[in-house]
């Protein structure tokens, strides 16, 4: 009896590692980061929001004056005439 429970044990290991090693095989590969402007690699950072329109920018592209953060030079400039 116990050696059928050992023989199922192993037939199962077996499965179980064939199993894993199809789906390794026939996964997608993990896409490659994408290009930007220039060939340059798009590295997902930290985000920020306009305080005028609430878009949210990368913090690379924010404008920032007087210490807000804005999404381009002209909402930092409505925002100033207001």
Known sequence: MIVRFLQILVAFVVVRI????????????????????????????RVVACERCDLHVPEERAVVRDGR??????CAASASSN
Do not use: Q
Not at 18 to 36: D, E, N, Y
């Open 18 to 45: 064939l199993w894993g090693l199809i789906r390794t095989l026939f996964s997608k590969p993990a896409s490659p980061p994408r290009a930007g402007p220039a060939g340059k690699t798009e590295e997902r950072g």
């Open 69 to 74: 953060t804005f999404c381009s030079d002209a």
